[in-house]
């Protein structure tokens, strides 16, 4: 991919978050902070620190609420210049943090929100897409409605019209359709993309790819039936890389974190580094992985060297709390490189 083309654009839901003070369980205190996300609102606001002109596209209210999410984007310098409006409401999620044993609890308030009843031109995809090297969306958006499914695809479309690769995020959530629904549109949305971005859940639920030997309960891995996965993504579904992320799950604390990238065109495969995270908040961190992968990919790093800087960005972004990975190329890439001492920077 061209450095001198580094205009990425990403497409989805920003909602409000509702959270609960640090650990604490939801209303234990009558106080909820507010804050806004959303996966590719995530991945946009990575990628403008990261110094790339970044463009969110979504469909937003007129009125206050709307207003401040649109702030809080563009607090982060992420262009909102083709963001749609119109619609009645903000789509709200309600996120309470686990620890140790106790797993992170996600309650989606959304039904009927800005974006799930976009219309067919509410966004000008040729004129947002105009110049742009990449663009990004995820499987989240197109399990919020018919409409929302035919304007992914229309993205995708416009972008691939316009030479600009494409990538797209799995990220299956059960609480928003079945695992036949999510196949049913999914699947012909991924044929012919530049770039897959998955879990080993997210492969069986959405595609039906099977990943052996693979427990996401207990966090057991099996790192060559990943591989196998992501060249039979590749192969069915004509892919050119397909990103799998592996996190080993032996607590909402703790996690061990790595991924491989297989590359179709080139017969081969890589693999990261592994890191031991202490988990802050991990919300947004396969946001991260993605917005340093298109990140590495769109400056023209190699794509072992793009998987490496993905990782660490992730890694990063699990320290931090909100949506949001506040970080640097320049922090990402001392973590790459092995600092992780966590050392006093003065």
């Known amino acids: 991919m061209s450095a001198r083309r580094q205009k990425v654009v990403t497409f989805g839901e920003i909602m409000l978050r509702l ?4 650990f604490e369980r939801f209303f234990q205190s009558p106080v909820l902070g507010a804050t806004f996300g959303g996966g590719e609102a995530n991945v946009a606001v990575s990628l403008a620190r990261f110094g790339l002109e970044s463009w969110y596209v979504t469909r937003l209210p007129r009125h206050t609420i709307g207003e401040a999410a649109i702030r809080a984007l563009r607090a982060e310098g992420v262009r909102t210049d083709a963001i749609a409006r119109g619609g009645d409401r903000v789509g709200i999620y309600f996120a309470e943090t686990g620890a140790s044993q106790r797993a992170s609890a996600v309650v989606y308030d959304r039904a009927h929100s800005a974006i799930s009843e976009i219309g067919p031109d509410d966004v000008d995809w040729a004129g947002v897409l105009d110049e ?16 929302a499914a035919d304007a992914t695809r229309a993205a995708i479309d416009a972008a691939r019209a316009r030479g600009a690769a494409v990538s797209i995020d799995l990220n299956y959530r059960r609480k928003l359709w079945t ?22 859940e997210d492969l069986q639920s959405v595609l039906g790819v099977q990943v052996a030997h693979t427990d996401v309960t207990t966090g057991a891995l099996d790192a060559s039936a990943y591989e196998a996965a992501a060249q039979q993504v590749c192969d069915q579904f004509g892919v050119r890389l397909v990103a799998i992320t592996q996190r ?22 890589h693999r990261s580094q592994r890191y031991d995270l202490r988990i802050v908040d991990r919300i947004g961190g396969g946001d991260s992985f993605a917005a340093g992968l298109i990140y590495g990919l769109v400056t023209g790093r190699t794509p072992d060297a793009s998987l490496r800087f993905a990782v660490a960005a992730s890694a990063l972004k699990h320290t931090i709390p909100g949506d949001f990975n506040r970080v640097s190329v320049d922090e990402v890439d001392a973590l790459a490189k092995g600092d992780g001492s966590g050392r006093v920077v003065r």
Do not use: F, K
Request: no cysteine; glycine share 10%; hydrophobic share 45%.
């Open 179 to 200: 695992e036949a629904e999510a196949q049913a549109v999914m699947r012909p949305l991924v044929t012919g993309i530049d770039v897959v971005i998955a879990n080993e």
């Open 19 to 22: 959270s609960p003070p640090g």
């Open 132 to 147: 742009a090297a990449w663009l990004h969306v995820t499987g989240i958006t197109p399990a919020l409605g018919r409409r």
């Open 248 to 269: 080993e799950s032996r607590s909402a604390s703790d996690n061990g974190w790595s991924a491989l990238l297989w590359d179709a065109h080139a017969g081969q495969g």
